[in-house]
């Protein structure tokens, strides 16, 4: 058995038995920074309340039978102990981590197999929802800088919010990482690094975005929730003619998949006989693009 005298031993252990670069996102968006579970034996808990739903929509029997360990109680809650040789399919399918600690002081991490509840109100509008979100900032740099991009004016001075919202957004994140926050928390900052992004790239520093986007872009989970702001930033992308870029990120399928309009659009452009599947919806796109001239 491993032990872990050092986070980089269990963060590797980590790593190296999942698939994809989703362990990433569960260990930066819901572990503290210097987090090290129990040494000496297994550290993945999974929670009875939700062995259900993995063994009927994640994880089969099979596999969940010779995997987990032992039964463990925390706080009168009775979880299952996984074996660190059995992690891939739990970490793949995982939507969120938790830290646990037992009564002699010792850590774990518990995989959770639902995504993060939003703290909204069902009947709120959702563009009136989306734009809450970004007043909500605590620096209100961010919505000025917002509010220059929708209007088309000064980008020298969006640019001027963006980067004055930058340490803001930075210092929030490592605040998210150590506490655990909520998923509409990290929404709302997300929505941030997009407003940066796209502030970077109206001002042609394509570079700089390409690094915010690192932050939000790519994490599956944040798309149906923040599918106008990105849009409105693939948008720029096109009337920017960063082909090159927008190439780079649709190769990612599961990207493509979820704005295959954006796709098609981009396509359009690049090729006048490429062969449109949803005209209705590329068409006001395109005209936006196409009357962007403002932001060149």
Known sequence: MKTFDDPAN???????????????????????PHFCPAANYDFCLLGFSDLPEILLKHISGVYYNASRRHVKMIDNIKYVVISNNHLTEYLEAARQMRIVEDEKGNSYIQLVFTQPVYETEDDEDEEEYLNNKIEAHPDDVLKLCWDLIVAGKDRAQALTYALVGESFLLNRQQELAGSG??????????TGFNIISVAYAWNNRFEEAAIWDERYLLKPYLWPHMEKVIGSYLEMLMIKKHTEYLDQLF???????????????????????????????????????NKGGNYL
Not at 254 to 270: G, L, Q
């Open 10 to 32: 269990w963060y590797e252990w980590l790593v190296e038995q999942s698939r994809t670069d989703h362990i990433y996102d569960l260990i930066h968006t819901y572990l503290t």
């Open 181 to 190: 926050g909520s998923l509409k928390e990290v929404i709302r900052v997300s």
């Open 251 to 289: 190769s990612n399928a599961e990207f493509r998949k979820h704005f295959y309009v954006y796709y098609e659009t981009h396509m359009s452009i690049k090729d006048p006989n490429f062969e449109w599947t949803k005209m209705r919806e590329i068409v006001p796109i395109l005209n936006r693009v």
